[in-house]
């Protein structure tokens, strides 16, 4: 047997040093997207990313302007901005504004959804089942553990409802889902507030954990008896079984993108500090209570003006543009008030070198 | 290197393997044979310090990162189930028991089997045969996790649900671990997933292990009237038990560490129950779920000292492992 190791050798060392060299050569090419226009990065919040991927695919093809956008969830997106290494970053969990403050930070809303409560009882179809805040936190605690409590039967004197146990399902993963979910909770039971509080993940008294929106789903789909909760886009495309909820104003309503609209139309956005603006149990006769908005998030003092001008036309132009692509995807367009606001806020606080930037 | 490298062109050099299994080189012209070799050696040798840098590196960063977790919940992380991201509570028992049973119980059933498995491929099976399941068992190792994973939550999920749960229930349902409403996700589905992923490396590795007893060895004791069981009993586990311990442990490797499949059907509960029904956590799966939206330092510091605890029980392992193979070398070879 011949082994002709040194030639081996040889070979190893000219393909280490050719690597080498090609590497090191690579440098100073610069990528064709690069030359062609800017490349804006950001990461964050996996809830928007379709839209957001939509709207950069259009905007892409329109401008050649490329958006790099990376859904590694809020928390990473908030911390990636917060380091510097992306130039914005997107949370469905709005910061307070000390936490924007202390990093220089702004933020606004870019676009909004729903959560949905689902339900997999037989016989009930979508929007049969009418249920009270009161009955979705004491499910959520543990409280009533039957379909046919006297409680549920109440409100639905009209269906017949099993002698079945309910299984309880939620984010097994920490969400923003999670957060406006917990986050009405917090708001209509007190019980809830003192016990288990709001957050992308929380102490969940009773029940199972689903990895994603698909986990949830799965669960609720395979499990009779189940309750769980997801975005609504989710819902919708899987047909899941969505219950109508009272809303502060003691209406029953369906959840639909008129009535997220409702609930974000009722809001303050003008006084709130920060656009610290949570959109749950919303006053308004036609609106959804577990509404929320998805934020940006970018640094108030910017290092390149043409790359974050470029940045804000993207925001701008996906805001008065891009409000029938986030329809079709289920998503809600912020109304227009809103935009004017949030521009005029771009006009006062953002600056690079000193200077304004927008518009 | 670059001294080696012109070495290298300028002479044209063999090497032959001799009897001794000793690497002989043939040199002509400048080169002399102790350059090459000791180019080699450190190439070698660079490849282990690599693998060390690496694990030190983890082992700096685990540390560095969980010291605000350490220092603030101290030892009542080891001890607490209590998980609340909200109030800063945080306990890695549940994570710590999810992870070990749902480890047993994969081994509880994968070992067994596995042992069948390679008996009957080695010693039962027809050959054709026996090489067409090899090949097979062996597929079943190069399929992703995830997939695992994904059959585990639509359709072995929902059959311990309505199947096994009930009838493990029906049967056994005075003891604490089969009590409660089966669920088609919790410990039992999880192990049992585990158990499937587990099974192809340690029925392999067995297998290997059993093909190579001498056959002067099984021959022997055929010839003394030994029936196939006791060969297989006497001689055939006997010479390979250190290599059947190594199997089990590679598979308890795999199976404790293992993550997306695992996240998919425990169910994800930081809770401790006696009831293999119920819905459970692991390591793993805790990390998997929460490290992208984990948005305090505290947190954060929590999840990695996890990781740490994680790494610390596979070197317990580790060192079992090992103590015991030296201890089962010493007893069973003569």
């Not at chain 1, 901005?81 to 970053?89: E, H, L, S």
């Not at chain 1, 543990?142 to 299984?167: C, F, H, M, Q, V």
């Not at chain 1, 886009?233 to 008129?258: C, D, F, W």
């Not at chain 2, 027809?126 to 399929?143: C, N, Q, R, V």
């Amino acid at each position: 047997m011949k082994f002709k190791l040194r030639r081996v050798i040889a070979i190893l060392i000219v393909v280490a040093a050719v690597l080498t060299v090609v590497g090191c050569g690579k440098q100073p090419v610069r990528l064709p997207s690069e030359q062609k226009g800017v490349v804006i990065n950001g990461a964050g919040a996996t809830f928007p990313y379709p839209i957001y991927a939509k709207w950069a695919n259009e905007y892409k093809e329109l401008t050649g302007v490329r958006i790099n956008y990376q859904s590694i969830g809020s928390g990473g997106g908030v911390q990636q901005i917060k380091a510097g290494t992306v130039d914005f970053g997107a949370s469905d969990a709005p910061l307070t504004a000390e936490e924007l403050d202390q990093s220089g930070l702004l933020q606004f809303p870019m676009v909004m959804g729903g959560v949905v409560p689902v339900v997999n009882i037989k016989g009930i179809k979508p929007g049969d089942l009418r249920m009270s805040p009161e009955i979705l936190a004491s499910i959520y605690l543990g409280k009533i553990t039957k379909w046919n409590d006297p409680a549920i039967r109440r409100e639905n004197p009209n269906l017949s409802l099993p002698d079945k146990s309910i299984t309880v399902v939620h984010r097994a993963d920490g969400s923003g889902t999670t957060w406006i979910f917990t986050n009405y909770l917090d708001k209509i039971s007190k019980e809830w507030h003192s016990k288990v509080g709001f957050g992308k993940a929380v102490d969940w008294p009773v029940g199972i954990g689903g990895k994603g929106n698909e986990g949830v789903s799965a669960y609720v789909q395979r499990v009779e008896g189940a309750i769980g909760y997801v975005e609504y886009a989710y819902a919708l495309q899987n047909r899941m079984t969505h219950v109508k909820l009272k809303n502060k104003s003691g209406n029953y309503v369906e959840p639909s993108i008129a009535s997220f609209q409702a609930a974000a139309a009722g809001a303050d956005w003008e006084n709130a500090p920060g656009y610290y603006v949570v959109l749950t149990d919303q006053p308004g006769k036609d609106s959804w209570p577990i509404t929320g908005a998805s934020y940006i998030i970018i640094h108030k003092k910017q290092k390149n003006a043409e790359k974050a001008k470029a940045m804000l036309e993207f925001f701008d132009w996906s805001y008065r543009h891009g409000g029938g692509m986030a329809k079709a995807l289920n998503y809600v367009p912020m109304p227009k008030a809103v935009v004017d606001l949030v521009e005029e806020r771009w006009k006062r606080d953002l600056k690079a070198n000193g200077k304004a930037i927008w518009p | 290197m670059e001294a080696g490298f012109e070495g290298e062109r300028e002479g044209n050099m063999a090497v032959k393997v001799d009897s001794s299994n000793e690497v002989v080189m043939l040199g002509r012209g400048r080169v002399n044979k102790w350059s090459a070799n000791k180019l080699f050696k450190y190439i070698c040798a660079a490849c282990c310090i690599l693998v060390l840098v690496l694990m030190a590196g983890l082992i700096v960063e685990l540390i560095a990162n969980s010291t605000l977790s350490v220092r603030k919940l101290g030892l009542g992380f080891l001890i607490s189930d209590e998980w609340d991201p909200v109030m800063g509570k945080f306990g890695a028992l549940s994570s710590i028991y999810g992870t070990l049973v749902s480890t047993l119980i994969a081994l509880i059933i994968a070992v067994p089997m596995s042992i069948v498995i390679a008996l009957f491929l080695v010693e039962l099976a027809p050959k054709g045969l026996s090489s067409f399941f090899g090949t097979s068992i062996e597929l079943l190792a190069a399929i992703p996790s995830i997939i695992y994973g994904m059959w585990g939550l639509f359709v072995f999920g929902p059959f311990v649900a309505d199947h096994v749960g009930p009838f493990l229930h029906r049967y056994l349902g005075f003891l604490p671990i089969f009590q409660g409403t089966p669920m088609p996700v919790g410990m039992l589905t999880a192990g049992v997933i585990l158990a499937l992923m587990v099974l192809p490396f340690t029925s392999s590795v067995m297998r290997d292990v059993l093909l190579m007893v001498p056959s002067v060895l099984k021959e022997s004791a055929y010839g003394l009237g030994a029936t196939t069981w006791e060969v297989t009993k006497d001689v055939s586990i006997r010479y390979g038990i250190r290599g059947i311990i190594g199997a089990v442990f590679l598979g308890l490797g795999r199976a404790i560490g293992e993550t997306m499949a695992v996240t998919f059907v425990i169910g994800n509960e930081h809770k401790i129950s006696a009831s293999l029904f119920a819905p459970a956590n692991s390591i793993a799966s805790t990390l998997a779920n929460e490290f992208t939206e984990a948005d305090t330092p505290l947190y954060l510091s929590a999840l990695v000292e996890l990781g740490l605890i994680l790494f610390l029980i596979t070197a317990i392992f580790q060192v079992v492992a090992q103590t015991f193979l030296k201890y089962v070398a010493r007893g069973s070879r003569p």
